[in-house]
Every structure is written in C-alpha cells, then in structure tokens.
C-alpha cells in the first residue's frame, strides 16, 4: 500500500511563486523500470470549483522524463527525489487561473496516457491553491 502526502499550499499574489511537495511512502518505486512511459509515475493533478479535474505534469520515476499541460508550460516544473521518493511542483509566475486543489497521484503502472486519472491509483488529500489578482 502506498500513502500519498501533498503540501505547499497557499496564498499568493498573481505572479508569485509556490512549491509544492508531495512524498509517497509505504513501498519504494525504484524498481520500476521504464518502457515508454509505462511503470512508475508521479504526477499533480488541479480541481477548480464546479470544475473537472485536470492534469497538471508528470515525471517518470525512474528515467525522469517529464510533462506537463501546455496552460503551465514555461512556468511549472516537476522534479522528483528518488530517495526520498518525492515530487516537487515549482509554480513560478502563478495566475489567477492556476487557483484550485492540487493533488499529487502516484501510480506504478502508468502508460502512455499518463494525463489521465485513472492511471493513478494513490492520491493524496490535495492542497489549496489560491492566486489573487
């Protein structure tokens, strides 16, 4: 079994920044290996209110690769911490837009069509977003 824990969240002023954390813990996804995307993957996904919830950007666990919505391209960046088996959400230039829950989702069977939810079968609780004009 597999926890998931997101933090970071906040307040901030339209074009302000914010870094958000998220560790798995309960089972190491070192082993995973990589096959075109498939395997181990971490990834955030974002709810805004009466809104569905949308991908945000992935990372692969083991070769790293990475991907992201284009809305977020050039601002976001996803990283991960093998040891500490971590992912880390770098928002820079934050818009009134990107307000939402942002939940981190970690899933070891991840393909190609890694944008989607139901790749994912760990999720955290979320955290809140909230960017002023």
């Known amino acids: 079994q597999v926890q998931v824990a997101e933090s970071g969240g906040g307040l901030v002023q339209a074009g302000g920044s914010l870094r958000l954390s998220c560790v798995a813990s309960g089972r190491t996804f070192s082993e995973c290996t990589e096959r075109t995307f498939s395997g181990c993957a971490m990834a955030w996904f974002r709810q805004a209110p009466g809104k569905e919830r949308k991908f945000v950007a992935a990372?692969?666990?083991?070769?790293?690769?990475?991907y992201y919505t284009d809305s977020v391209k050039g601002r976001f960046t996803i990283s991960r911490d093998n040891a500490k088996n971590a992912v880390y959400l770098q928002m820079n230039s934050l818009k009134p837009e990107d307000t939402a829950v942002y939940s981190c989702a970690a899933g070891d069977r991840v393909g190609p069509l890694y944008s989607l939810p139901r790749e994912y079968g760990y999720w955290g609780q979320g955290t809140q977003v909230t960017v002023s004009s």
């Open positions: 990372v692969t666990w083991s070769g790293g690769r990475s």
